[in-house]
């Protein structure tokens, strides 16, 4: 193949690639109340609602082991069931977060059968800090140790508008 083909192949690559990071993406409409999330482990989406309807969707990354429900501390699983958003943290290690009610009951008595400990601490949060610039790219593959990234903006998103007590159902 000459240089010069190897060369425009090369180029486009880049220009798609740039593409993708820079191509803007609809923001979450200002004042938005984001009610309820439902996250689709298998499709990588999670959809914010506000009083049942649809108002965005992201696309996601999960825990580094994403087939599955958690199970025990340090499987790498993102839970599965119905959740609730109990905490903002807005000087999380990774950007900022939302915390995510995991472990429930159920949770708990099935990493005992186990005898496992059942971990806890499972987040909606960004990028570790200082690699914020990683953007969408985040979204190539499965990163987190069980919990749900998204990009630094689109937690900035959800930081806002989503309020303690908001529903969150993970599927798988």
Known sequence: ???????????FILLIIGLYYFYPEPKLPSGTRVTSLVV???GRLMEAYS???LVKSYK????????????FEGD???PEGMYFINAKN???GYHKNLGISYPDASDIAEAKQLGKPTGGDV???GLRNGQGFI???????DWTAGCIALTDEEVDELFDAVEIGATIEIKP
């Open 51 to 53: 009083d049942g309807k």
């Open 40 to 42: 689709y482990k298998s």
């Open 123 to 125: 987040k909606i949060h």
């Open 90 to 92: 807005p000087n999380s």
């Open 76 to 78: 790498k699983k993102t």
């Open 1 to 11: 193949m000459p240089v010069t083909k190897l060369l425009l192949i090369v180029v």
């Open 60 to 71: 996601i990354s999960l825990g580094r082991n994403p087939v599955g429900d958690k199970q």
């Open 135 to 141: 953007g969408k790219f985040q979204r190539w593959y």
